[in-house]
Structures are given as structure tokens and as C-alpha cells.
């Protein structure tokens, strides 16, 4: 009679025994696999949720950015549009001319030609822009016996190099007239009315609304009709421009680009309105950047909070895992060590005749540990296979987020060789559990002496 029959009439003599034992190591494997199996689980999920939340962050921030972007674009063009309310910041003038009679008059007296307007227009200057070639003139009106400032203006000049703008100033029409607040209110004037000034007839097409400046006393009529009256033909005062959103001393940029195309000229920065436009103008871009930067504050804040709550649960689960497989394995093996030592006791006389028969205490211990071993491969592959959908189960019972639900053993595995390492070593932890198990009990069966057990004593 060969070991193995032995191992196998052992087994078909006592199955209880064996499937109680072949249970217990079962158990023991599944909760391995299972445990195991959740745990890599949640860290592949907590890794697909954090990618999916980082791809939905990055795409909010990115459409913030057009959001901010669009709305800066928005904030600026209607700050620019108020403050070209404020008028022109920037004037050209000749280099003769002393800028105290500006302040102090209102007005100017040095000349310089109207074609170096065009000049600035044609060099693609990028310091400023709204060209206005203009003549400037505090003066006498006799018709109505007061005093006022004349102001010739026509179209801007256009920057060629440059997207066209909407004008800051429109251009006044020959024979029409725009008149300040002071003027109209005093001398009663309506739109549409005619009035004489100089001895030539215009035609009122504005009045201007108060404006607290020197612009409340002043008339505006074309260009070319002014430069008649005061006898400068082709000739301006000033040139009038905006400055751009340059970075640094802005005037300090303008003043030498200019000095380059029109020498003989000084350039003067009404600062009060400059420095206006370049605080609006920061101000809409802190707005946009604060926007953006919350945005990307919440994206963050978000992902770390989902972070901390996944990190928490994987924490909950692993603390469970550590606390429920000691105390299983420990249990199986006390169960197999158990069954064990009860068959033993309980067969004292089945391994005297054997012993009687010849068997040696080697041969002995392998029946009865061969049966160990084999409880735990069969226990062990059946645990494996229930582990597998206990674990998925659990998985699923535990975490119940939408991205949990689609990771299965597959996905497990592919994003966790070791889940795999496992699988093929619990088959292997389940034979060795059950052969250590048994071991005391297959030294006690070994360890009999067949005359003592088959005398009854």
C-alpha cells in the first residue's frame, strides 16, 4: 500500500475532518485575496478619480482663462471707452513753445507743420496712439463780445501699422459748430441754431454738457476753417495722442521715440489722466488675475479635499484588513491545528496497526501532513476563487462611487501587478498554513509506539 492510497483512505475515512479543515484554510485565503483585493482596488479608483478630477480642474481653470480673458478683453475696451472720456493725456508740440502759456491761457502761440502728423502715422510708432493734429487759440468772440477758447480738430489721423480704433474725438464738419457748457448756458444757444463767428456762419450740431474744465469755454469747428481764421494754413499747434499701455516710464518711451521721427518737437503727459487710464487698466487686469487665481484656488482646494476623503477611506479599509486577517489566519490555524489533533486522538488505534504493519514514523508524519497539504491546496484555490468576488463584492459594498463600480479584477490587475502576486501565493500560504497547523499533531501521531497503543494502555 503506497503513501498516497494512504493519504487518500485517510481522507475518504474522516471527510468531515478533511472539508471542516479544507473550510477553515478556504476562509483563510479568501479573506487574504479579499482584503487584498479592496485595498488595491481603492487605490486604483482613488487613482482614476484624481486624474478624472484633475482633468475636469484643468479644463474649468482653462475655460476660466477664456471666461477671464474674454471678460478682461470686455472690462478693458469699456474702461478704455470711459476714459477716453477723459480726453487726449499726450501732446506734441514744438520745442519753442513754452508749456507755462498752455496751463496758465489755455492756449498756444509756436507752430509747427500739420503734415508731421501724418509723419508719426507713416513711422509706426507704437507709444501712442489717436492722432489729432489741432490748433489751439484763446481768443475774442466779437459777435458775441466774450472770450473763448477755439479749438480746430479734424479726423484722427489713422495708423496704418496699427488695427483701426474708434475715434476718441469725433471730427467736426465745416460750417458746423460744438459749443462748451459755459458758452451755450450763458448766450442761450440751441442745436441747429446759426451763429456768426468772425464774420463766417456756422451751424450749431452739439452742445456739450458740463465738464468742469477748460472745455466749458471752448468752441470746436474744423480744422481747416480755424486755421483760416487764425492765418495758419497747414500749420497746428499740437498734435494730440493717447499713450499706449506701455510697461515702465511710459513718457519717458514716448518722449524718445518721437524725439527720433520729429526733432524739434517736446512731448508733455497731462499726468492726472495718464495715470487714470493706467490704474483703470491695472485695476481690470488685478480683477481678471484674482479671478483666475480663486479659480485655481478652488480647483485645488477641491482636489485636496477629494484627496483626504479617499486617503481616509483606503486608511479605514487598510485598518480593517490589518485587524481582520490576523485574527482569520489565526483562527484557521488553531480550526486545522484542532481537527487535527481530534483525528489523531480520535485514530490511536488505526496508527498502531499501521506502525504494527511497518510503517515508519516518517511515512507517518507525511500521511498525515500529505492530508495537511492538501487540504490546503484545495482550500486554497477555492479561496482564491471566492476571494475574487467576495472581494469585489465588498469593494463595490464599501465604495460606493460611480469610478468603483467599473473597476473589476481585470482593471485591478492591470493597475497592480501585485494583486496578481498574490493570487498565485495564496494557494502557497494555504498549503503552508495547513502543513504548520497539523505539524504537532502529525509529531504526535508519529511518535506512538504501536506495542503501548495496541495493549490498550
Same mark, same amino acid.
Not at 152 to 181: F, I, S
Not at 259 to 264: F, V
Not at 362 to 391: C, D, H, N, P, W
Given at each position: 500500500?503506497?503513501?498516497?492510497?494512504?493519504?487518500?483512505?485517510?481522507?475518504?475515512?474522516?471527510?468531515?475532518?478533511?472539508?471542516?479543515?479544507?473550510?477553515?484554510?478556504?476562509?483563510?485565503?479568501?479573506?487574504?485575496?479579499?482584503?487584498?483585493?479592496?485595498?488595491?482596488?481603492?487605490?486604483?479608483?482613488?487613482?482614476?478619480?484624481?486624474?478624472? $478630477?484633475?482633468?475636469?480642474?484643468?479644463?474649468?481653470?482653462?475655460?476660466?482663462?477664456?471666461?477671464?480673458?474674454?471678460?478682461?478683453?470686455?472690462?478693458?475696451?469699456?474702461?478704455?471707452?470711459?476714459?477716453?472720456?477723459?480726453?487726449? @493725456?499726450? /501732446?506734441?508740440?514744438?520745442?519753442?513753445?513754452? &508749456?507755462?502759456?498752455?496751463?496758465?491761457?489755455?492756449?498756444? %502761440?509756436?507752430?509747427?507743420?500739420?503734415?508731421?502728423?501724418?509723419? /508719426?502715422?507713416?513711422?509706426?510708432?507704437?507709444?501712442?496712439?489717436?492722432?489729432?493734429?489741432?490748433?489751439?487759440?484763446?481768443?475774442?468772440?466779437?459777435?458775441?463780445?466774450?472770450?473763448?477758447?477755439? #479749438?480746430?480738430?479734424?479726423?484722427?489721423?489713422?495708423?496704418?501699422?496699427?488695427?483701426? $480704433?474708434?475715434?476718441?474725438?469725433?471730427? =467736426?464738419?465745416?460750417?458746423?459748430? +460744438?459749443?462748451?457748457?459755459?458758452?451755450?448756458?450763458?448766450?442761450?444757444?440751441? =442745436?441747429?441754431?446759426? +451763429?456768426?463767428?468772425?464774420?463766417?456762419?456756422?451751424?450749431?450740431? $452739439?452742445?456739450?454738457?458740463?465738464?468742469?474744465?477748460?472745455?466749458?469755454?471752448?468752441?470746436?469747428?474744423?480744422?481747416?476753417?480755424?486755421?483760416?481764421?487764425?492765418?495758419?494754413? @497747414?500749420?497746428?499747434?499740437?498734435?494730440?495722442?493717447?499713450?499706449?499701455?506701455?510697461?515702465?516710464?511710459?513718457?519717458?518711451?514716448?518722449?524718445?521715440?518721437?524725439?527720433?521721427?520729429?526733432?524739434?518737437?517736446?512731448?508733455?503727459?497731462?499726468?492726472?489722466? &495718464?495715470?487714470?487710464?493706467?490704474?483703470?487698466?491695472?485695476?481690470?487686469?488685478?480683477?481678471?488675475?484674482?479671478?483666475?487665481?480663486?479659480?485655481?484656488?478652488?480647483?485645488?482646494?477641491?482636489?485636496?479635499?477629494?484627496?483626504?476623503?479617499?486617503?481616509?477611506?483606503?486608511?479605514?479599509?487598510?485598518?480593517?484588513?490589518?485587524? +481582520?486577517?490576523?485574527? +482569520?489566519?489565526?483562527?484557521?490555524? =488553531?480550526?486545522?491545528?484542532?481537527?487535527?489533533?481530534?483525528?489523531?486522538? #480520535?485514530?490511536?488505534?488505526?496508527?498502531?496497526?499501521?506502525?504494527?504493519?511497518?510503517?515508519?514514523?516518517?511515512?507517518?508524519?507525511?500521511?498525515?501532513? *500529505?492530508?495537511?497539504?492538501?487540504?490546503?491546496?484545495?482550500? *486554497?484555490?477555492? *479561496?482564491?476563487?471566492?476571494?475574487?468576488?467576495?472581494?469585489?463584492?465588498?469593494?463595490? /459594498?464599501?465604495?460606493?462611487?460611480?469610478?468603483?463600480?467599473?473597476?473589476?479584477?481585470?482593471?485591478?490587475?492591470?493597475?497592480?501587478?501585485?494583486?496578481? =502576486? %498574490?493570487?498565485?501565493?495564496?494557494?502557497?500560504?494555504?498549503?503552508?498554513?495547513?502543513?504548520?497547523?497539523?505539524?504537532?499533531? &502529525?509529531?504526535?501521531?508519529?511518535?506512538?509506539?504501536?506495542?503501548?497503543?495496541?495493549?490498550?494502555?
Amino acid at each position: 500500500m503506497t503513501l498516497t492510497h494512504l493519504i487518500f483512505r485517510e481522507i475518504t475515512h474522516r471527510k468531515l475532518n478533511f472539508l471542516l479543515a479544507v473550510m477553515a484554510v478556504a476562509i483563510a485565503a479568501l479573506a487574504i485575496v479579499a482584503a487584498d483585493l479592496v485595498v488595491r482596488r481603492d487605490a486604483e479608483v482613488t487613482r482614476r478619480i484624481m486624474v478624472e $478630477k484633475q482633468s475636469a480642474t484643468e479644463a474649468a481653470i482653462e475655460e476660466k482663462v477664456k471666461a477671464v480673458a474674454a471678460a478682461g478683453a470686455d472690462l478693458e475696451d469699456a474702461i478704455r471707452l470711459q476714459m477716453k472720456g477723459l480726453g487726449f @493725456n499726450v /501732446l506734441v508740440l514744438p520745442e519753442t513753445q513754452d &508749456a507755462a502759456e498752455l496751463h496758465l491761457k489755455g492756449s498756444l %502761440t509756436e507752430t509747427m507743420p500739420e503734415s508731421y502728423a501724418q509723419k /508719426l502715422a507713416d513711422s509706426k510708432i507704437m507709444t501712442i496712439n489717436h492722432l489729432l493734429p489741432t490748433v489751439l487759440k484763446q481768443m475774442r468772440w466779437p459777435e458775441q463780445d466774450i472770450d473763448v477758447v477755439l #479749438y480746430g480738430t479734424r479726423g484722427e489721423v489713422p495708423l496704418m501699422h496699427r488695427d483701426m $480704433k474708434k475715434p476718441v474725438l469725433d471730427a =467736426v464738419k465745416p460750417g458746423q459748430m +460744438v459749443v462748451g457748457h459755459a458758452i451755450h448756458t450763458k448766450l442761450g444757444f440751441e =442745436v441747429g441754431q446759426k +451763429v456768426k463767428f468772425m464774420d463766417r456762419e456756422f451751424t450749431i450740431s $452739439k452742445l456739450h454738457p458740463e465738464r468742469g474744465s477748460s472745455d466749458d469755454v471752448t468752441l470746436w469747428i474744423d480744422l481747416g476753417q480755424a486755421q483760416e481764421i487764425l492765418g495758419l494754413q @497747414n500749420l497746428v499747434h499740437a498734435i494730440l495722442a493717447l499713450e499706449c499701455e506701455c510697461a515702465g516710464d511710459r513718457i519717458a518711451q514716448i518722449r524718445a521715440e518721437i524725439s527720433g521721427i520729429l526733432p524739434g518737437t517736446q512731448v508733455i503727459e497731462r499726468y492726472s489722466q &495718464a495715470l487714470a487710464r493706467a490704474e483703470s487698466r491695472t485695476k481690470a487686469k488685478e480683477v481678471a488675475e484674482a479671478s483666475l487665481a480663486a479659480e485655481k484656488l478652488a480647483g485645488e482646494a477641491t482636489l485636496a479635499r477629494e484627496l483626504a476623503s479617499r486617503t481616509r477611506l483606503q486608511r479605514g479599509h487598510q485598518q480593517m484588513a490589518n485587524f +481582520v486577517l490576523p485574527l +482569520v489566519l489565526t483562527l484557521a490555524a =488553531v480550526a486545522v491545528g484542532l481537527l487535527a489533533y481530534l483525528n489523531v486522538r #480520535y485514530r490511536r488505534e488505526e496508527i498502531g496497526i499501521l506502525r504494527a504493519l511497518g510503517l515508519r514514523t516518517r511515512q507517518v508524519m507525511i500521511v498525515f501532513l *500529505g492530508k495537511a497539504a492538501l487540504s490546503g491546496v484545495i482550500g *486554497g484555490v477555492a *479561496g482564491v476563487v471566492l476571494g475574487i468576488g467576495a472581494g469585489a463584492v465588498l469593494g463595490r /459594498l464599501l465604495d460606493r462611487t460611480e469610478v468603483a463600480s467599473s473597476v473589476g479584477l481585470t482593471e485591478a490587475l492591470i493597475a497592480s501587478p501585485g494583486l496578481f =502576486v %498574490t493570487l498565485m501565493a495564496t494557494p502557497v500560504l494555504a498549503v503552508v498554513l495547513s502543513t504548520l497547523s497539523s505539524w504537532l499533531a &502529525a509529531t504526535m501521531a508519529a511518535s506512538q509506539d504501536a506495542a503501548v497503543v495496541l495493549q490498550g494502555e
